[in-house]
């Protein structure tokens, strides 16, 4: 199959490229010349859109203004980008007779739905998302008009609400693979089993790494996370003893991707275990504890004001 990977010198969209480029012909357009970009084109550039789909059969669409660019791209901006760009794409790709549409969203746009009082929060695809901030409320209204396409055109789209997958402290990122992260290999896995599947109608789904947790953890889980670790994840409780860092008191939410699971037949397979050896090979995927961070701050700060 031809593929068409919006977004594709990105973090995510570069994973996914080079996942399915051993299987399938892939044709990345980015704003960012990269070796995983064919076409430097902005998607709000329509007649180069045109052109970048032809002979296309499925379209992954991860560009987008993200988390980041809040603050610094306009309300504006997010709109153009993250609504109106999705939809046109969609239409444009639909008058050349693709067979599927493949949207990265993200875990993010449940916003204050993800962290109820007094407990952690138990997200799944039936969660309904309380947004933030512009962000959010464009992932998800970018997501309500591709429903719309999908009922009106009868074309398969498949939504994967990505979670984090950025790095960050290996301490932070190895209990997050339990509850709230992801590894960006194990998302683009999850792309390439949404085409595989390419199941009829309009489909959502969490793509988070696997957890030891289930919906009655949460209040322990908010109260008591230490605890709960040590008990439903002893090898991870017993890799921070043997590293001295301490356990977190607290953690806020589980995302629960079994359905993506069950019914994509994808399994994320990087958990904290691969944190901990890229960490261990120093590899820029992961940052060093942050134990080790705030030594360093101190120190530094110690010898600038002396």
């Not at 993250?82 to 746009?109: C, M, P, W, Y």
């Not at 402290?169 to 209990?175: E, F, I, T």
């Amino acid at each position: 199959m031809k593929i068409l990977i919006t977004g594709s010198a990105g973090r995510v969209g570069r994973a996914i490229y080079i996942n399915l480029m051993q299987q399938h012909a892939v044709f990345g357009l980015d704003t960012t010349p990269c070796s995983t970009v064919d076409m430097v084109a902005d998607i709000r550039d329509t007649p180069k859109i045109i052109h970048a789909l032809r002979g296309v059969d499925v379209i992954i669409h991860s560009a987008a203004l993200h988390a980041p660019h809040v603050g610094l791209a306009t309300e504006q901006d997010f709109i153009q980008t993250n609504i109106d760009a999705t939809e046109r794409l969609a239409l444009e790709g639909i008058k050349q007779n693709i067979k599927h549409f493949v949207f990265t969203s993200t875990t993010a746009l449940y916003g204050f739905a993800s962290t109820p009082q007094g407990q952690a929060g138990w997200v799944n695809e039936h969660t309904q998302p309380q947004p933030k901030t512009i962000y959010h409320t464009s992932k998800i209204e970018a997501e309500n008009k591709l429903k719309r396409l999908s009922q009106l055109f009868n074309l398969p789209i498949t939504v994967l609400r990505m979670s984090r997958c950025f790095p960050e402290p290996a301490n932070v990122m190895s209990v997050y693979r339990l509850t709230r992260g992801i590894d960006v290999r194990d998302v683009a896995h999850a792309h390439a089993c949404a085409i595989s599947a390419r199941l009829k109608g309009f489909r959502t789904y969490i793509i988070s790494g696997h957890t030891p947790f289930d919906r009655d953890d949460c209040i322990a889980l908010y109260h008591n996370a230490g605890d709960m670790l040590q008990k439903k994840a002893p090898d991870l409780a017993k890799a921070f003893a043997q590293r001295h860092w301490p356990l977190p008191n607290t953690l806020d939410r589980v995302y629960d991707s079994s359905l993506a699971q069950k019914e994509l037949q994808w399994q994320p397979k990087y958990g904290y275990h691969s944190v901990i050896n890229m960490l261990d090979c120093e590899l820029p995927e992961v940052l060093p504890p942050v134990n080790l961070i705030s030594t360093i701050r101190r120190t530094y700060n110690k010898k600038n004001n002396h």
